[in-house]
């Protein structure tokens, strides 16, 4: 019986103790084995962090283009790897991708690194990928811009950011319009009170084509071939009316329309009244008197501005609702849909200061298929410089909910 | 007693070895990571109903507290993920469950099938949504722990401000993640609609957004499904405009809609814009054409 008592509370304690070894050994299995996983969480917990953290930063440098502190340091590195070394307006910079890839080429001291997105096609190995809902099936797309891949040095963990390249738009105010010249009868009158209307600030440049011919639709850039150095941020002027079309809508957005052009452009007489019965315009952006013409190059770059200064894009100054190269400059095709022939603005550099080309609302005839002078109906009225081959630049346009 | 003694050390250690077999801390951390790697591409988020106010009912019974729409991998597809939580009575443990639709769906009253996540044995539930950014904060193992998840993607709208160029209202504008792989590209799949050659004058334009004459929605706005834009047309005048077109606009041309002349000329001779050699008539739809 005494035996029996031994050899039952021996084997209790054996159970015992083998259920507490079994215990012991899953918690130091937890805390030593499994110690590393609960580490690697941590890390990469963090990493998601400092990803979150960098993609602040460049957004910060995205939207603050120019001005951010990147720039400045960069600046002379960076143009001469792009080959630039002329003078352009740097506030193209801003939501452009030329900063990013210089932070990539020249900046080695940061946390992460940028890799070449999925599905980048483009011979030069670039940094992005430019997208628009015509290129990509990804949904909640905002509208256009580039796609940029980071990696986290420390974890590898990736965070794909798409930087919309909607900064270089201008809101038009919403009240009453007119459509062309003033004239002495009842004007073509029309409004926008029911709708948010967005407008290129600037005329479409080389850089943005260039993208166009990377990313888009082989069938629509036939033809067009990519630029680079100082012609980057110059206006691209080689493109028929058709592919302007096919450009806009590459973007989600609509060929310059010559009735909104006008809104944006003439100075309304009186901003705060947004529904005046008779809508008086000045020809000239910069002021509301209709004599006060000026002929100054800040204003108007007009075929006598070209041996003073050198053409570049945004040279004159904005307009009311900051639209830039409203008149002189190049030529600039709209689509018109009440006078389809006066499709073309051609106050520019090809007419001196004194001709009547130089007022807002008066245009031109393009038929969108050429460049030498027989594709254009300039009534009459001939450009001081007779070129074989014209340039013709566009801006795009859109609606908003 | 020395028998009892060595009894009652084996029972204290295997109390101990009992005691702390529980991995709260690593669990944790992983399951905030896989809620953080999916959340980061939330859009959307519905239903929240208290904000930063403890959850106190219903009282034992799991209820749908929060719905969150993001979209899949490769970002071919909207998914829903369905927050529930069960608020502890007596007995029964408080329970945080999220179920994963793989469709853009409204979430059901209660969890029907598998959770992709679930954390039980957790009181005081709260949530905070401030700021673009998404807070739980809850007891486990009478331990308080707060979850806060950036929602970058969180749109709360277009600012639109004269002079500006649009802005969405979100945590960075005009910054999205985006959940890229080969799908992303696999042209078949995708969603957005039209073609670069669609015409509304040869009948193969998109509409994408409708209202009738009572300015009721015919057909909700699908808009941002557009692959090359989108344009109104003038047909009835409604807070939000007329009706809308997927792809390039032709307004003016002939057999296109007359362009919006805007909502001051809807009674007028000439209520759309159409070429100077063109009439604006209305058709069948009532919409304004150029003929």
């Known amino acids: 019986m005494k035996n029996f008592k031994r050899f039952f509370l021996s084997i209790f304690i054996l159970s015992l103790c083998a259920v507490s070894f079994f215990f012991l050994w899953k918690n130091l299995k937890i805390q030593w084995i499994d110690k590393p996983k609960t580490e690697q969480f941590i890390q990469e917990r963090q990493g998601l962090e400092r990803l979150l953290k960098n993609s602040s930063e460049i957004h910060r440098i995205w939207q603050d283009g120019e001005d951010s502190r990147e720039w400045v340091q960069l600046k002379k590195e960076c143009l001469n790897y792009f080959k630039i070394n002329t003078i352009f307006d740097e506030s193209l910079l801003r939501c452009h991708p030329m900063i990013l890839q210089c932070i990539d080429k020249f900046y080695k001291k940061l946390d992460f690194h940028f890799v070449s997105p999925i599905g980048e096609r483009s011979s030069q190995e670039k940094i992005y990928r430019y997208l628009t809902k015509s290129n990509t099936v990804h949904q909640q797309l905002p509208a256009s811009g580039y796609l940029f891949t980071i990696e986290d040095n420390q974890t590898s963990q990736k965070l794909n950011l798409f930087l919309s390249d909607s900064c270089h738009e201008v809101f038009l105010p919403k009240r009453m319009y007119a459509y062309g010249e003033e004239v002495q009868e009842d004007d073509y009158k029309f409004d926008n009170f029911d709708q948010n209307i967005y407008i290129d600030r600037h005329l479409i440049t080389h850089s943005e084509i260039n993208e166009w011919i990377d990313f888009g639709n082989l069938d629509q850039v036939h033809g067009l071939k990519k630029k680079d150095g100082n012609d980057l941020f110059l206006p691209a002027t080689d493109l028929t009316m058709d592919q302007m079309l096919g450009y806009c809508s590459f973007r989600g957005k609509q060929l310059m329309l010559a009735h909104y052009f006008d809104a944006a452009t003439f100075l309304p007489m009186d901003l705060a009244e947004n529904n005046p019965v008779k809508i008086k315009r000045s020809p000239y952006y910069w002021t509301k008197k209709k004599s006060e013409f000026k002929p100054n190059c800040h204003y108007l770059y007009a075929n006598e501005c070209i041996s003073k200064f050198p053409y570049r894009l945004n040279f004159s100054e904005p307009t009311w609702t900051g639209l830039m190269d409203a008149m002189g400059g190049g030529f600039e095709a709209f689509r018109n849909p009440i006078d389809p022939d006066s499709n073309l603005k051609a106050s520019s550099m090809h007419f001196n200061f004194k001709s009547p080309w130089h007022k807002l609302g008066f245009r031109a005839g393009w038929d969108g298929e050429g460049f030498d002078i027989r594709h254009f109906d300039f009534k009459a009225i001939e450009p001081s410089i007779i070129s074989q081959h014209f340039e013709v630049g566009f801006r795009c346009m859109r609606e908003s909910k | ?291």
Not at chain 2, 85 to 97: D, F, H, Q, S
Request: proline residues 4%.
């Open chain 2, 1 to 291: 007693m020395n028998k009892i003694g060595l009894i009652l050390f084996l029972i204290l250690f295997f109390i101990q070895g009992c005691l702390d077999f529980t991995k709260p801390v690593d669990d944790l951390i992983s399951l905030e990571l896989k809620i953080y790697h999916e959340w980061l591409y939330a859009h959307r988020v519905l239903g929240l109903q208290n904000n930063d106010q403890m959850i106190e009912k219903p009282l034992g019974v799991e209820s749908l507290i929060l719905t969150l729409k993001m979209v899949d991998d490769g970002g071919v597809k909207i998914k829903t993920h369905c927050l529930y939580y069960r608020v502890p009575y007596k007995k029964i443990i408080g329970v945080l469950k999220i179920l994963e639709l793989k469709s853009d769906s409204s979430c059901p009253e209660s969890p029907v099938s598998t959770s992709w996540l679930e954390l039980i044995a957790i009181k005081n539930l709260k949530l905070k949504l401030e700021n673009f950014k998404l807070s739980l904060s809850f007891s486990h193992n009478e331990k308080n722990i707060v979850w806060t998840f950036l929602l970058p993607n969180l749109n709360a709208g277009i600012i639109h401000e004269k002079y500006q160029a649009a802005r969405d209202n979100k945590l960075f504008p005009n910054l999205s993640l985006l959940r890229i792989n080969e799908e992303s590209f696999e042209e078949s799949r995708s969603l957005y609609v039209g073609k670069i050659n669609d015409h509304f004058s040869n009948g193969s334009a998109h509409l994408c957004y409708q209202v009738n004459k009572n300015c009721q929605e015919v057909l909700p706005d699908k808009c941002d499904e557009c692959r090359f834009g989108w344009y109104q047309v003038v047909d009835y005048q409604c807070p939000r405009g007329g009706s809308r077109y997927c792809g390039q606009n032709h307004c003016g041309e002939k057999g296109e809609p007359a362009c919006p002349r805007g909502e001051s000329f809807l009674q007028d001779q000439e209520p759309g814009i159409c070429q100077s050699d063109l009439s604006p008539v209305w058709n069948g739809d009532h919409l304004l054409i150029c003929q």
